[in-house]
């Protein structure tokens, strides 16, 4: 029953900066909060790989690639969750897609996939 849509997504050169939002709909604020929540890209010709993950409340995780330009947030009241994302380089380019876990621990599978959005970092 809940979806998840991504916006945010957009082309970029080097060095700038964007915030994506992923919004939960069809369950509760309640029901959003008690599960994990991640970030996941996958670039042309790879695999989809996790970029960060949040719990309830602020525990996050974040792929080494990130190297601390990259922040996720959550907003349980209004059903979303963020990534902001700073000093973008090229080979951030990648679809992003949002994720809800099954539980509400970061680990284990994704139930819903959002659709996707895409970000492009190319001078």
């Known amino acids: 029953q809940v979806q998840l849509r991504e916006s945010g997504g957009d082309r970029v050169q080097p060095g700038m900066s964007l915030i994506l939002t992923c919004t939960a709909s069809?369950?509760?604020?309640?029901?959003?909060?008690?599960?994990?929540m991640g970030w996941f890209r996958q670039a042309l010709g790879k695999q989809r790989e996790l970029v960060a993950a949040?719990?309830?409340?602020?525990?996050?995780k974040y792929a080494d690639f990130v190297q601390d330009r990259f922040t996720i947030s959550r907003d349980n009241t209004k059903n979303r969750f963020y990534l902001q994302m700073w000093n973008l380089k090229p080979e951030d380019t990648a679809v992003y897609y949002c994720?809800?876990?099954?539980?509400?621990?970061?680990?284990?599978?994704?139930?819903?996939w959002g659709q996707g959005t895409q970000v492009t970092v190319a001078s």
């Open positions: 949040i719990q309830r409340g602020e525990t996050a």
């Open positions: 994720g809800q876990y099954r539980s509400w621990y970061y680990s284990g599978e994704i139930d819903v």
């Open positions: 069809g369950e509760s604020s309640e029901t959003f909060s008690h599960y994990a």
